[in-house]
């Protein structure tokens, strides 16, 4: 595909979709107006989607039945998580390696499913992850093991996460610290990594030329995407508003309201497809 035929690339090129959950699926466990019919859009057309996700704390169980919860239905194999995308990356790195890891279910069983020992006792890997309870125990432990000559692996580079109290500290805010203390900085797998869509694109057998990534972030989803090859769409129903984006450096190929605005340009198809109809 030449540069100007990219560039002119449009929705209805698109075969395969890769989407953020939080911001643009769902919000505060509520789905977002017009997720539902492009989850049945997709699905209508056989076209091959994932669900992205930088929360390392859940496996695709635990998604699948939070995103049922909000009234969509997403099976498990159309999940795609941090925790997910790290295990795999290091399954390349370190087949059956040593990891010591701080983080919640979503992440050691990722790592357990690729075949990793989890181990405080001279692992090849401090893998940091999401989790509720940061325990300075732990915290305490990784810094030595890293100094002591263990690589410094992280999920994802978020520095807060909600709660129901305000913002929380997350694996970003974590990292920083353990970095402070060992001047060694973490490589960081989750959004804004391409790593994580490259991943992603093989998952499901997806080329980067006929693939999109929807997001609500420019900062990780958008950037990202951009930085894989992929046609970029921003929406406005999560972090970043209309007047963020003067304060980016870059732009989304295409901007919407909500994912409903999306769902709409594709059920109308292409401009040539329904010009033609319409003159029968």
């Known amino acids: 595909m030449t540069l100007t035929n990219r560039a002119a690339r449009t929705v209805h090129d698109i075969k395969c979709w890769l989407t953020d959950m939080d911001g643009v699926l769902v919000h505060e ?22 669900v992205l996700t930088n929360n390392s704390i859940y496996t695709p169980r635990d998604l699948r039945a939070r995103l049922l919860a909000s009234g969509l239905d997403v099976p498990e194999e159309n ?7 790290t295990a795999e990356f290091l399954a390349r790195q370190r087949p059956g390696g040593r990891t010591f890891v701080i983080g919640e279910a979503g992440l050691t069983t990722a790592l357990h499913d690729a075949g990793f020992i989890m181990t405080d006792q ?3 890997y401090v893998v940091l992850g999401e989790t509720r309870t940061y325990s300075f125990e732990a915290i305490t432990k990784a810094i030595r093991l ?21 913002i929380m500290p997350a694996t970003g ?16 797998v989750g959004k804004p990594n391409p790593m994580m869509f490259r991943s992603a694109l093989n ?30 769409a921003l929406v406005y129903s ?35 497809a329904a010009a033609k109809s319409a003159s029968k």
Do not use: C
């Open 29 to 50: 466990n509520h789905a977002i107006k017009g997720a539902a019919e492009l989850l049945q859009y997709w699905r209508e057309n056989n076209l091959r989607f994932l």
């Open 79 to 85: 999940i795609w998580t941090s925790a997910m995308a």
């Open 122 to 124: 001279d692992p090849d």
């Open 146 to 166: 890293i100094e002591a000559g263990a690589k410094f692996i992280a999920t994802n580079p978020d520095a807060t996460g909600p709660s129901t109290e305000g």
């Open 173 to 188: 805010a974590i990292a920083a610290l353990i970095t402070r203390a060992t001047n060694r900085e973490p490589y960081v």
């Open 203 to 232: 998952r499901i057998d997806a080329h980067s030329e006929t693939t999109a990534m929807i997001g609500d972030r420019m900062d990780t989803d958008i950037i990202a995407g951009m930085e894989a090859g992929l046609l970029t």
């Open 238 to 272: 999560g972090i970043t508003a209309p007047a963020d984006m003067d304060t980016f450096p870059f732009r989304p190929d295409l901007k919407y309201p909500s994912v409903a605005s999306l769902h709409s340009e594709l059920v109308k198809g292409k401009p040539e």
